[in-house]
């Protein structure tokens, strides 16, 4: 089957998989971020307090998706999926009202959990869960909503703040989550794709179906883990810092926010080329080459600080973003199989949500501290060096686990 022929037979599911994860940008940290200055404002929070209270709020969200991602498994995907929409339009209303510290919290806590945690989770579930031969083109087409979001939602917001003002903003994303994605995921996502009979999972090991416990228990998972954390919390902790980092080298503000749509143009590309390669050799065989970008990038920022080096660190982290989405959607049910996908992939994307609050902070506390940034540029680098040994390990075992014996 051709890509082509696979978009137009699967647009529907496709589509809806994609509107999940480009609706999430409501609750990811490039979208709240814009706020930040009016509600530090508003509460008179200074950077750090605005920075605990949205780590904290992203690390309640982290404990609670567990028990509330695998509902996934419970109900229909439709079901959650639209629960999930009234959800984040429900917080991102509340975020126009927001009146207290302690409500902000709460709506911080809501907006992390509906958007960045379950909007995302559902979307890669469904497609692990629909897809099985074609499951490496699947993942690869709805997760471009990440880099297309990127690309349109800080700009819109800022636009629009300018003229109705910040909260007017939140009550209108509200408005297209209940009014115009609600009704799109109804249609969309009106019935479940069921694989054919020919769909065979070739990435599956040998047809077994692992509950979530059993998971756990897998050496393999946690070594997994483990590689699959540093993206999200490098990442995150460099965005989140880069009014920091670019007073460090000396450019201009505005050099490093043209570099974003590098970065979204690359994640795409990735997500187009991944694919494929996913579906013909799995998504385990991938494994070592998953953070050689984010190496390079980092070891790229931390020894060249001319100014073009914004736009190739940026495509590297494009890149290494596209190659972590495709992947982790598309691993976990080639592994553990997708009757219990739901359970199991919780924790490890709440694993990753954990990751995503901690980096900022951790960077944080660390330039306070006076290390310095570049040796910390240099120290994740290492980790990925270090990273890249395991996940090839890793990589070798479920080889052999698939060829040799059932466990």
Not at 326 to 346: K, Q
Request: aromatic content about 12%.
């Amino acid at each position: 089957m051709t890509y082509l022929t696979f978009l137009q037979t699967n647009a529907r599911w496709l589509a809806g998989g994609f509107l999940l994860t480009a609706f999430s940008g409501f609750g990811q940290t490039f979208y709240i971020a814009l706020s930040s200055g009016h509600l530090r404002e508003e509460f008179q929070l200074s950077h750090g307090d605005f920075g605990l209270l949205y780590m904290a709020a992203t690390l309640a969200s982290a404990v609670s998706l567990p028990w509330i991602g695998r509902s996934v498994d419970v109900f229909p995907v439709r079901f959650v999926g639209l629960v999930t929409c009234v959800s984040l339009g429900i917080f991102c209303l509340s975020m126009a009202l927001v009146n207290s510290v302690f409500m902000l919290f709460v709506v911080l806590f809501g907006l992390r959990l509906s958007g960045q945690g379950m909007m995302t989770h559902v979307s890669m579930t469904a497609m692990g869960r629909w897809y099985s031969a074609q499951r490496g083109r699947a993942v690869s087409v709805a997760q471009m909503g990440f880099p297309i979001a990127e690309s349109l939602f800080p700009a819109s917001f800022v636009l629009i703040s300018a003229i109705v003002g910040w909260r007017t903003s939140w009550a209108l994303a509200a408005g297209i989550m209940v009014l115009g994605a609600l009704p799109l995921l109804a249609l969309l996502f009106a019935k479940d794709r069921i694989p054919r009979s020919d769909e065979q999972d070739a990435g599956l090991i040998e047809g077994r179906q692992w509950t979530r416990g059993e998971a756990l228990r897998d050496p393999i998972f946690w070594l997994l883990t483990a590689g699959v954390l540093a993206p999200p919390f490098i990442g995150t902790a460099i965005l989140f810092n880069q009014v920091y980092l670019t007073e460090l080298r000396s450019w201009p503000l505005e050099l490093f926010a043209s570099a974003f749509p590098v970065m979204a143009g690359t994640a795409i590309a990735t997500a187009l080329v991944l694919g494929p390669l996913i579906d013909r050799y799995s998504a385990r065989a991938l494994l070592p080459a998953v953070l050689l970008p984010l190496f390079s990038g980092c070891l790229v920022l931390a020894l060249l600080p001319a100014a073009p080096t914004a736009f190739v660190f940026m495509g590297l982290l494009g890149i290494s973003s596209g190659f972590t989405a495709a992947m982790s959607g598309a691993l976990w049910p080639e592994l553990y199989g997708s009757r219990h996908i739901g359970a199991i992939r919780s924790v490890a994307f709440a694993l990753m949500v954990f990751s995503s609050a901690a980096g900022p902070g951790l960077v944080g506390v660390l330039i306070d501290a006076g290390v310095d940034f570049d040796r910390q540029l240099l120290v994740m680098s290492g980790y990925c060096a270090l990273m890249i040994g395991g996940l090839t390990i890793a990589s070798r075992k479920l080889r052999d686990r698939q060829n040799g014996p059932l466990d």
